[in-house]
């Protein structure tokens, strides 16, 4: 059973900056591409950033980039997010994701792509 826990949310000023970190465990972390995908109230859950399983290519959407660097540690089973210049609309509980498919050679931003889902992490920026 493949355990995904993340940690690192909370609430920050406008113009501020968070990390976020998720531990994988129970599967072989290296060979998936993990994801980070948010949801705002009343919103649908959207892809935020995506790195593939050895970590050389990466994917973000259009309203983080440049402000957001996701990373990960294979050798610790952890994949990370560091969240800079963060803005009020970025508002929204975060999540870890791991890709169902191993050595998948085209990042997803699908989210049913991605079939372990961690428990979320609660983001609030402040105006």
């Known amino acids: 059973q493949v355990q995904l826990v993340e940690s690192g949310g909370g609430l920050v000023q406008a113009g501020g900056s968070l990390r976020l970190s998720c531990a994988a465990s129970?599967?072989?972390?290296?060979?998936?591409?993990m994801g980070w995908f948010r949801q705002a109230p009343g919103k649908e859950r959207e892809a935020v950033a995506v790195?593939?399983?050895?970590?050389?290519?990466?994917y973000y959407s259009n309203s983080v980039k440049g402000r957001f660097t996701i990373s990960r540690d294979n050798a610790k089973n952890t994949v990370s997010l560091q969240m800079n210049s963060l803005k009020p609309e970025d508002t929204a509980v975060y999540y870890c994701?791991?890709?169902?498919?191993?050595?998948?050679?085209?990042?997803?931003?699908?989210?049913?792509?991605?079939?372990?889902w961690g428990q979320g992490t609660q983001v609030t920026v402040s105006s």
């Open positions: 129970g599967r072989t972390f290296s060979r998936y591409a």
């Open positions: 790195i593939s399983w050895g970590g050389g290519s990466t």
């Open positions: 994701a791991a890709d169902s498919t191993a050595w998948r050679l085209q990042l997803s931003a699908q989210s049913d792509q991605y079939d372990y």
